[in-house]
T-cell receptor
Framework: EAGVAQSPRYKIIEKRQSVAFWCNPI?????LYWYQQILGQGPKLLIQ????????DSQLPKDRFSAERLKGVDSTLKIQPAKLEDSAVYLC????????????FGPGTRLTVL | AQSVTQPDIHITVSEGASLELRCNYS??????LFWYVQSPGQGLQLLLK??????LVQGIKGFEAEFKRSQSSFNLRKPSVHWSDAAEYFC??????????FGKGTMLLVSP
């Protein structure tokens, strides 16, 4: 069974530029999550989708971050414009049953904002 | 609000020695508890989980964890550490439709 796929693996941009990350969850997983992991900290949830609907985006900085999952499968997370403090690893995860919260993670995208 | 505390930022263990990583949680209801491991440059891999039932749970790679409700703890253990276990370990809590909350992680270093 293929795992969660993410691209790109690494991205370096300058502040005020825009960037987009892509995630393809495990086949059949209805729930998809985007996390931000700053160096030295645990992952922090940015947004959770159930199929193509948003379940929780309370910690998403909506003035600069956006995410979509139009067909209920893959998803894109965008930052525009980027700030220095957005430097982090962006992790995508998926789960089969949202009620058990057993999440499977992709390898992440390491973003460096200069 | 739910929270997770991992009191040890770094732990160094000799290869072959036993390991215990501490995790304390705060949660209003019956928690679901997880331990994940993250190797450098990799995503998080699920080691084990507790939903209900037997409070001692077995996971992959020889790890186990014990849920102690009275102490709000879910400590991770391994009887004999291998050099390949060097990584960062995260404890997480959540339940039902609530989101997972992760601790800040414990970095495990294995000395020869």
């Amino acid at each position: 069974e293929a795992g969660v796929a993410q691209s790109p693996r690494y991205k370096i941009i300058e502040k005020r530029q825009s960037v987009a990350f892509w995630c393809n969850p495990i086949s059949g997983h209805a729930t998809l999550y985007w996390y931000q992991q700053i160096l030295g900290q645990g992952p922090k949830l940015l947004i959770q989708f159930q199929n193509n609907g948003v379940v929780d985006d309370s910690q998403l900085p909506k003035d600069r971050f956006s995410a979509e999952r139009l067909k209920g499968v893959d998803s894109t997370l965008k930052i525009q414009p980027a700030k220095l403090e957005d430097s982090a690893v962006y992790l995508c995860a998926s789960s089969l049953e949202v009620t058990r919260n057993e999440q499977f993670f992709g390898p992440g995208t390491r973003l460096t904002v200069l | 609000a739910q929270s997770v505390t991992q009191p040890d930022i770094h732990i160094t263990v000799s290869e072959g020695a036993s390991l215990e990583l501490r995790c304390n949680y705060s949660y209003g209801a019956t928690p679901y508890l997880f331990w994940y491991v993250q190797s450098p440059g990799q995503g998080l891999q699920l080691l084990l989980k507790y939903f209900s039932g037997d409070t001692l749970v077995q996971g992959i790679k020889g790890f186990e964890a014990e849920f102690k409700r009275s102490q709000s703890s879910f400590n991770l253990r391994k009887p004999s550490v291998h050099w390949s276990d060097a990584a960062e370990y995260f404890c997480a809590v959540g339940s039902g439709y609530s989101t997972l909350t992760f601790g800040k992680g414990t970095m495990l270093l294995v000395s020869p």
